[in-house]
């Protein structure tokens, strides 16, 4: 593959995924995601989108096909791949005793450090108080914390499952703008979305 790896972002070719039972959860696969590119992968709920992302981020193996990020296996070269990931899981469990500040601090010095002024200026941007506790906060709140764990670093590669569910309309605005951003900072964004005029809007 060489320089024609090196010039995308994704690549899956033929990913398939067949749970016991034998009902393909995903068939057949095959896509390419551009440098800096604002990608939607769209379609209904139990049309396969999670388990694309689970199986992109080695969270669960194929039945067959292969994926690659930057290049990488993504079986064989998770751990180089994950360190250029920022990733917005559907459902967010984080700890309920913590408060979002914390968690912000303990997610960063994993990845060698916190830019807390960035932090303070997405959480800012999307209207989110960083003191509280995990347990309290509302679904939209929780994608809010989610965003900004996954934006904080300012990766190379955006990997966001349904990520405007719970926002309101004014936050869908302010998320589309930070996509955009994304994007002009050299960032390529993979999002899925149930939702057609969402993805319409920054795809």
């Known amino acids: 593959q060489g320089t024609m790896a090196s010039q995308v972002v994704i690549q899956t070719e033929k990913l398939t995924k067949v749970y016991s039972g034998g009902k393909p959860a995903l068939e057949d696969l095959s896509l390419t995601v551009a440098p800096g590119e604002i990608f939607g992968y769209l379609g209904p709920n139990g049309a396969g989108k999670t388990t694309t992302i689970r199986l992109l981020l080695d969270l669960i193996r194929p039945t067959s096909g292969r994926a690659a990020i930057f290049g990488l296996d993504t079986i064989a070269q998770s751990v180089a791949i994950r360190q250029r990931i920022g990733f917005l899981p559907g459902e967010l469990n984080l700890w309920d005793r913590l408060t979002a500040r914390e968690i912000v601090n303990y997610m960063g010095n994993l990845r060698g450090g916190v830019n807390t002024a960035y932090v303070n ?17 509302s679904t939209g709140n929780k994608r809010k914390l989610g965003l900004i764990l996954a934006l904080m670093h300012k990766p190379d590669l955006l990997i966001l499952d349904e990520p405007s569910s719970g926002l309101d309309p004014l936050m869908q605005q302010t998320f589309n703008q930070l996509m955009l951003e994304a994007k002009a900072n050299g960032q390529t964004v993979f999002l899925s979305s149930h939702v057609l005029n969402e993805v319409q809007a920054i795809c």
């Open 121 to 137: 200026e997405l959480a800012e941007r999307l209207n989110f108080d960083l003191t509280k506790r995990m347990r309290t906060y």
